[in-house]
């Protein structure tokens, strides 16, 4: 039976079909909070709890990509909660919410606290400063088309910033990514800012022809199996879909149990929770709209001062 268009955007964005961020970047002498500090940080004490966990097992002196699957692992059970920073039509907002997460923020935040944990950093405000570093175009906050709304975009903007290395191409049996992203701009009554503000969407469509034009590489689903062994514990997963216009539909983290096998941790809209899932090769074999994965591999934190690009 075919979806009415409106049932098939939602169900679409139910799957995380692109990037939907709200924060903001600045440099770390004049950073501060939004002056709205209930919702710029929702999940305070859950915070700490993360905090004095880490603190406990030392988890800062991880790998990265351990250190955020301990993250990970530590936010099972969070509802599988969408849109959380979708605040307002007329402004960026920084924001976390850590009782609520989506494909997007859950893997998301899992780096952003790992990453302020390698700094021997502590406070919330640490952490909104190192999400809003990767959340953002070369890590400055603009509006609303600032954002890095698609997962190979993010990467890209990533691997730049010195945050991830993508490693998809490396690995047996890729292939190039053929289908054009488009969803935004062909879909804009979609997206809140979008309506509120129409004159964003011929920048959309610009950013969009710019992502068309990189070369970005793909896992067939049907070879990932024989890549698992190359992959590790904090690889940050896109899945790759057959939705018109879209790139990645899911995203979540790689997580190598005690019996050697890689699993899928991700913010589940099918199971409403954060949850450590199948074998990815498995998990990926479920679900017909899901076509291979792109992979990002957290790099170590310089103690550098973060520059922009």
């Given amino acids: 039976m075919n979806l009415k268009r409106r049932d098939f955007i939602k169900q679409s964005l139910g799957r995380c ?30 915070f700490n709890q993360l905090l004095r966990m880490a603190q406990k097992e030392n988890w800062a002196a991880l790998p990265i990509g351990v250190l955020m699957g301990k993250v990970g692992l530590a936010l099972r059970g969070t509802p599988y909660v969408a849109a ?14 850590l009782l609520g997460l989506d494909c997007v923020t859950f893997f998301e935040n899992a ?15 640490e952490m909104l400063q190192q999400i809003t570093f990767t959340r953002y175009r070369g890590g400055k906050i603009g509006d609303y088309v600032s954002r890095l709304h698609y997962t190979a975009d993010w990467f890209y903007d990533n691997e730049r ?6 490693i998809t191409k490396n690995l047996p049996g890729v292939q190039r990514f053929e289908p054009h992203v488009s969803f935004m701009s062909s879909h804009p009554e979609a997206y809140r800012q979008l309506r509120a503000n129409p004159e964003l969407v011929p920048r959309i469509a610009g950013l969009e022809r710019e992502i068309n034009g990189r070369e970005i590489y793909y896992v067939p689903k ?6 698992e062994l190359q992959l590790r514990t904090g690889d940050i997963l896109g899945i790759t879909t ?68």
């Fill in 242 to 309: 057959s939705i018109a216009g879209i790139d990645c539909s899911h995203t979540g983290l790689c997580l190598r149990d005690k019996d050697g096998k890689l699993r899928f941790l991700h913010a589940s809209s099918t199971k409403n929770e954060v949850t450590l899932d199948d074998e990815l090769s498995a998990y990926l074999s479920r679900i017909d709209t899901h076509t291979g994965i792109m992979v990002a591999r957290p790099l170590e934190v310089s103690q550098k001062p973060q520059s922009k690009i």
């Fill in 111 to 125: 780096l952003g606290f790992a990453r302020m944990l390698k700094l021997g950093k502590s406070a919330s405000e």
């Fill in 222 to 227: 049907a070879k990932v199996k024989n890549v």
């Fill in 17 to 46: 079909a692109s990037f939907v961020f709200l924060a903001g970047w600045r440099e770390p002498s004049s950073w501060k909070l939004s002056d709205d500090k209930t919702e710029a940080f929702t999940g305070k004490e859950k």
């Fill in 161 to 166: 910033k010195g945050v991830v290395k993508i």
């Fill in 84 to 97: 959380t920073l979708e605040l307002y039509d007329d402004r960026e907002v920084c924001s976390i919410n």
